[in-house]
C-alpha cells in the first residue's frame, strides 16, 4: 500500500510538471531519466562481464542475481525507449488542463510510472550488489569498459575469398565425382561420413555444383535433413525443386496434401529418369529408411548423403550398392595452408609465429572447422602473445572428444572478442530454423531496427551494418550461401554447429527463445521469441512483458490457427518487431494494428491482398515489407507513418528462360505520398496509375536512396524528371515505361544528376540516350534495356570512371560494337543481349583492361567471339547463351578460334531447352558457379 501511494504521488506531481505547473519538478523527471541511463550502461557492464566469464561453479552461483538484473536491464531499456520516443513538443511546458495535454495524459502516465519502477529497482539492485552480495561480479570492471561498445572502430572489415575454404579436397572431390559420373546402372548411395566440422558439406556441395552443369542427371536435388526431420516437408521440397527444372508450376494445394500423395508425385517424377539427390546432414537409420522408400530405384541415378554417424551408412543390398566415404583429416601441410590464408593477407606465417602456430594446429587435429575459425579468429594479429593466449585456452584434451565442446570453446573466443553490439547481431541467428539461407538483405533491416547498429561518422547505418555483416563472415562465425552478379552477398547461413553454440548463448542471455516441436523453451522471461512449425501451447503462454520481437517460420497453413496469432500479439502488445515472412496468411491480421511500438513489419511472401486504414496508427513503424505479397494499393492512411524508411510493395513473375517486359508488379501510391519524409527505400510505384500530381509529391522524399518506378508514359517523363532532381540521396533508380513501345522520356540536362546515383536502369525505348548519364560520374552499374538507339552509346559511355557493370539489351541495331582504346576502365562485367545485327565486335588493346566477366547471349548474326578478346588479359569467365552453333563450334577444342579463348580459365556455351543445359568449351571441368543467370533473369 506504501508503495502504491508513493507511486501515486510521483504520478501526480510528474504530470503537473509535464504540464507545466511546477517546472522545477520537470527537471527531476528529467534528471530521473539520465540517473537510468547512467545505471543501464553499467548493469549491461556487469552483464557483459558475466557473459564472458568462464563456465564455471562461482558463475552458477550468481545465476540468479544474474537473471534478475537482466530483466531489470529489460524494464529500464524499455523505459527508456518509451521517453525516448515521445514527441519532443509533449515535453514543453504547456498550460494546463488543455485539450490537448489531457490527449497526452494516458502515455505520459504510463511512461512516467515506467521509469519511477525501473529506477528504483535498479538502483536497489546495484546497491545490492555494492554492499554485500555479488562484490566479485563486479570486481574487474573497469570505468572505460562502461563506454566499450560505443567507441570502437572497425577496420576488419574486408572479406576473405570464399574459395580460400577450399583446401585438401581437391583428392576427395575428385573420387566422389568418379562414383557420381560412372556410368554403372545401378542405383549407387553413397555416404560421406565424418565428425562435425569436418568438412562434408563443402566437399558434397563443391561435387553438387560441378555436377550441375554436366548433363549425367535430368534431376539435381538437395535436401538438408536437420534433427527436426520432418517426411512431410522433405517430400515438399523435393517436389519444388522437380517442378522447378521442368519450369511446371506447383500443383495447387501441394502445401496441404497428404504425404502418401506426396510420395507418389515424387515417384512418379523421378521414376524415368536418373537423378542425383543429395540428403546433408542425415541423423538417424530411421530417417533414412523412411526416405528410401518413398525413392523410386531409377537406372544410374545417386545419392549423396553425409552424416556424422558412421553407423547410419546403408548396407548394399540387391536394389543398390553402397559406397562409404570417410573424412580424412587435414594433413598437417593442408591445415598450415588453410589456416594461414584465413589468418594472413598473404597467406604466410611471419617467424615469430611459427612454434605457436604449430601447437594450435597439433590442436585442431585437422578438422577444417575449428583451423578455419581460429584462423578467422587471429586475423589482424600478431603479438605473439595473443597467439600464446589462444594456444593456451585451447585445451589439450578437447580434441579427444572433439565436436560440440571443442567448438564451443574456439567460439566462444571469437564471440567474446566480439564488439558488443556484433555480439548481439551475432545472437540474431539463434531465431532463424537451423540451414536456413538467410537474406542479407532482411538481416541489415532486422538489426537495425533493433537498433544494434548506429551510424559512425559519416557513414550510414546500412554501411555500419555492412561492415558488422563482415566482421562475422571473417571471423568464420557465419558464410555466404548465395551471391549476386555483382559480387554483393544475396543469403548467408551458419554452420549448424556454431547455429547450436548460437542458441545456447542466446537462452543464457534471454535473448531469444525458440519454441518447435518437442522443445519446450517457453520461460517467463526473454526479449525474443521465435516460433517453429508449432502453434502447440502457445496459447496457454503467460503474457511476457519484455517481448520485443516475435517471428513465425515454417507453417505451412494455419488452419483457424490465425486467432493463436491475435491471441498472441494481444497478449504482447510491446513487440517491437514482427516477421511474418512467409507465413500462409491471407488477411492482415488486424492485432497488428494495435502494436504502437511496432518498427517492422514483414508479410513478405504471405498472401495479404488489403491492408486496414489502421495503419496509420502505427506511428513507429520504420519498415514495412510487402514483397511478394498480393498487394496492390495502399490506403491513405499510410502517409501518417511519419518514421518509415523502407517502404516495399512489388511482386515478380517467376522467370523461366528468358524475362520478358511485363514480369514485375508494383502498387499505387497515395496522393500525398510527399508526407512521408523520412523515406528512403520505395518500389514499385505505378506510374501509370498516378495522377500528374504525385509524380511532384515525389520530389518532396528528400531522403530517399533508392526508387523503382514502372509503367512509365511518355508524357509524364519531364515530370517524374524534375522531381528526381530534387532527391539528393539517390543512389538506386530504376524506370521501366509502359510497354516495349512508349518512348522513356528524360530530357537532356546540364549537370550530373542525381549527383550520387550508382545504380541506373532504364528499361524502355530511348530517343537517345540522355546526356547526363555520361556525366554521372558515381554511376558503378548501368543497366540499358530496349533502348533501341540509332548509334551504339560507347564512346558517351566510355570514360564513366567507376563503371564496373554494364548490361546492353536491345540497345542498338547496327552490325558493329567497337570497344575503343582506353575505354571502360573500371568495367568488370559486361553483358550483350539480343544485338539482333550485330556482326562484329571490336576490342582495342587497352579497352576495358579490368574486365573480368563478358556474357554475350542471343547475337543470332554475330559471326565470331570479339576480335581482340586476346587483349583482355584480366578475363576470368565468358558466357555464351543461345548462340549460333557455328561460332560455338569454332570454339571448341579442335576449332579455329579455340586458340583465342586459351586465356579464358572458364568459357561456358548454354542453350535454353526446357531448362538451362551448359557445357564447358575449354575441356577443363567447371568451377564453382554462382548462378546460371548472369543478370538474374
Ligand atoms: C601451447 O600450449 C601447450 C599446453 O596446452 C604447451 O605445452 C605448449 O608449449 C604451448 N606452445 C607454445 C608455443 O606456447
Ligand atoms: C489452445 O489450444 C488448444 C489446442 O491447441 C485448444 O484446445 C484450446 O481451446 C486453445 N485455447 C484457447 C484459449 O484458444
Known amino acids: ?43 549491461e557492464a556487469i552483464l557483459r562481464n ?93 570505468p572505460s569498459e562502461l563506454y566499450y561498445s560505443t567507441s570502437r572502430r572497425h577496420n576488419e572489415a574486408e572479406v576473405v575469398p570464399e574459395d580460400h575454404d577450399l583446401v585438401g579436397i581437391e583428392a576427395p572431390s575428385k573420387k566422389l565425382m568418379e562414383l557420381l559420373l560412372d556410368d554403372d546402372p545401378r542405383l549407387k548411395v553413397i555416404s560421406v561420413a565424418g565428425m562435425g566440422g569436418s568438412g562434408k558439406t563443402t566437399l558434397v556441395k563443391k561435387v553438387y555444383d560441378d555436377v550441375r552443369f554436366k548433363n549425367r542427371f535430368r534431376y539435381h536435388v538437395w535436401a538438408t535433413i536437420s534433427q527436426s526431420f520432418n517426411m512431410d516437408e522433405l517430400l515438399k521440397d523435393i517436389i519444388r525443386q522437380i517442378y522447378a527444372v521442368n519450369m511446371q508450376p506447383i500443383p495447387r494445394g501441394v502445401e496441404t496434401i497428404k504425404v502418401s500423395y506426396l510420395g507418389k508425385m515424387v515417384q512418379d517424377s523421378l521414376r524415368a529418369s536418373s537423378y542425383l539427390l543429395i540428403l546433408d546432414d542425415l541423423w538417424s537409420i530411421i530417417a533414412w529408411n523412411d526416405i528410401i522408400k518413398t525413392l523410386p530405384i531409377s537406372k544410374r541415378s545417386r545419392i549423396v548423403l553425409t552424416t556424422r554417424d558412421l553407423n547410419i551408412a546403408p548396407p548394399s543390398c540387391p536394389k543398390f550398392e553402397t559406397h562409404i566415404h570417410r573424412m580424412d583429416k587435414l594433413s598437417q601441410d593442408e591445415s598450415k595452408i588453410l589456416f594461414c590464408r584465413k589468418a594472413f593477407q598473404d597467406g604466410i606465417c611471419p617467424p615469430h609465429l611459427e612454434e605457436t602456430l604449430e601447437s594450435i594446429l597439433n590442436k585442431c587435429d585437422g578438422l577444417p572447422l575449428a583451423i578455419n575459425s581460429i584462423g578467422g579468429f587471429l586475423r589482424k594479429k600478431e603479438m605473439t602473445s595473443e597467439w600464446k593466449t589462444v594456444n593456451h585456452s585451447l585445451d589439450f584434451e578437447m580434441r579427444t572428444n572433439a565436436g ?91 554452420h549448424d554447429m556454431l547455429h547450436k553454440i548460437c542458441i545456447l548463448k542466446s537462452r543464457d542471455q534471454k535473448f531469444a527463445a525458440i519454441h518447435k516441436d518437442g522443445e519446450d523453451a517457453w520461460s517467463y522471461h526473454f526479449r525474443r521469441l521465435s516460433i517453429h512449425n508449432t502453434w502447440q501451447n502457445v496459447n496457454q503462454t503467460e503474457k511476457n512483458p519484455h517481448l520485443r520481437a516475435l517471428f513465425v517460420f ?12 491475435s491471441l498472441l500479439l494481444k497478449k504482447h502488445r510491446t513487440v517491437r518487431l514482427l516477421d511474418l515472412q512467409a507465413a500462409p496468411l491471407k488477411q492482415f491480421p488486424r492485432e497488428i494494428t494495435k502494436l504502437v511500438h511496432l518498427r517492422y513489419l514483414s508479410l513478405r511472401h504471405t498472401k495479404v491482398e488489403t491492408i486496414p486504414i489502421s495503419i496509420g496508427n502505427l506511428k513507429n513503424l520504420e519498415t514495412l515489407d510487402l514483397k511478394h505479397a498480393r498487394v496492390s494499393k495502399l490506403p491513405a492512411s499510410i502517409v501518417k507513418l511519419q518514421k518509415l524508411r523502407v517502404l516495399l510493395v512489388y511482386r515478380y513473375d517467376q522467370i523461366e528462360s528468358y524475362t520478358h517486359f511485363h514480369y514485375k508488379y508494383g502498387f499505387e ?42 509503367e512509365l508514359r511518355e508524357e ?120 539482333d545485327e550485330l556482326e562484329i565486335i571490336k576490342v582495342d588493346q587497352g579497352a576495358m583492361p579490368n574486365l573480368e566477366k563478358l556474357i554475350i547471349q542471343r547475337c543470332t548474326v554475330l559471326k565470331e567471339v570479339p576480335i581482340g578478346i586476346e587483349h583482355l588479359t584480366r578475363i576470368k569467365v565468358l558466357e555464351l547463351f543461345d548462340m549460333p552453333r557455328e561460332l560455338i563450334q569454332r570454339l571448341r577444342i579442335g576449332g579455329e578460334d ?40
Open 898 to 937: 579455340n586458340r583465342r579463348i586459351a586465356h579464358i580459365p572458364q568459357a561456358y556455351s548454354t542453350h535454353w531447352n526446357r531448362g538451362w543445359e551448359s557445357d564447358s568449351l575449354d575441356g577443363h571441368t567447371p568451377n564453382v558457379r554462382e548462378s546460371i543467370n548472369p543478370f538474374g533473369k
Open 404 to 494: 560440440l565442446d571443442f567448438m564451443k570453446k574456439i567460439l566462444t573466443l571469437s564471440y567474446n572478442e566480439l564488439p558488443d553490439e556484433i555480439k548481439l547481431c551475432f545472437l540474431y541467428f539463434s531465431m532463424f530454423p537451423e540451414d536456413k539461407k538467410i537474406e542479407y538483405n532482411r538481416l541489415i533491416r532486422l538489426w537495425i531496427a533493433e537498433k544494434f547498429v548506429h551510424p559512425i561518422e559519416e557513414k550510414t547505418v546500412e554501411e555500419v551494418a555492412e561492415e558488422y555483416f563482415k566482421i562475422l563472415v571473417n571471423r568464420n562465425l557465419i558464410q555466404a550461401a548465395e551471391t549476386r552478379s555483382d559480387g554483393r552477398i544475396k543469403t548467408c547461413r551458419v
Open 50 to 142: 558475466y557473459d564472458a566469464r568462464e563456465d564455471d561453479h562461482d558463475k552458477q552461483a550468481d545465476q540468479r542475481k544474474i537473471n534478475q538484473l537482466r530483466v531489470a536491464s529489460f524494464i529500464a531499456a524499455d523505459a527508456l525507449e518509451g521517453y525516448d520516443n515521445l514527441p519532443l513538443a509533449w515535453l514543453d511546458v504547456e498550460p494546463c488542463g488543455t485539450f490537448k495535454s489531457i490527449k497526452r495524459q494516458k502515455p505520459l502516465i504510463e511512461i512516467a510510472s515506467a521509469i519511477k519502477i525501473s529506477k528504483s529497482t535498479v538502483s536497489k539492485l546495484l546497491n545490492e550488489i555494492e554492499m554485500r552480495q555479488g562484490n566479485h561480479l563486479i570486481r574487474e570492471l573497469l
Open 1 to 43: 500500500m506504501a508503495i502504491m501511494s508513493v507511486i501515486l504521488a510521483y504520478l501526480l506531481n510528474t504530470l503537473q510538471i509535464l504540464c507545466g505547473c511546477q517546472t522545477v519538478r520537470r527537471r527531476r523527471f528529467e534528471e530521473d531519466v539520465e540517473e537510468i541511463r547512467r545505471d543501464l550502461l553499467r548493469l
Open 669 to 710: 501510391p497515395p496522393n500525398n505520398i510527399g508526407k512521408l519524409k523520412s523515406l528512403q527505400k520505395l518500389g514499385i510505384v505505378e506510374a501509370t496509375r498516378w495522377r500528374r500530381h504525385t509524380l511532384t509529391e515525389l520530389g518532396k522524399l528528400s531522403q530517399l536512396r533508392r526508387l523503382l518506378v514502372i
Open 554 to 565: 515454417g507453417f505451412a497453413d494455419f488452419p483457424s490457427k490465425e486467432t493463436v496469432l
Open 716 to 835: 509524364d517523363g519531364t515530370a517524374l524528371w524534375s522531381s528526381i532532381q530534387n532527391l539528393r540521396q539517390l543512389r538506386t533508380l530504376s524506370i521501366t515505361s509502359v510497354n516495349e513501345e512508349e518512348i522513356i522520356a528524360l530530357p537532356d540536362y546540364d549537370q550530373p544528376s542525381p549527383q550520387c546515383l550508382q545504380r541506373l536502369y532504364l528499361t524502355g525505348p530511348l530517343k537517345k540516350l540522355p546526356n547526363w548519364i555520361p556525366m554521372v560520374t558515381s554511376l558503378v552499374r548501368l543497366s540499358l534495356k530496349g533502348s533501341q538507339l540509332d548509334h551504339a552509346p560507347l564512346v558517351q559511355l566510355q570514360d564513366l570512371p567507376r563503371l564496373e557493370y554494364l548490361e546492353l539489351f536491345q540497345v542498338y541495331n547496327g552490325k558493329e560494337l567497337h570497344f575503343e582504346d582506353g575505354g571502360f576502365r573500371k568495367l568488370k562485367v559486361l553483358g550483350l543481349d539480343r544485338f
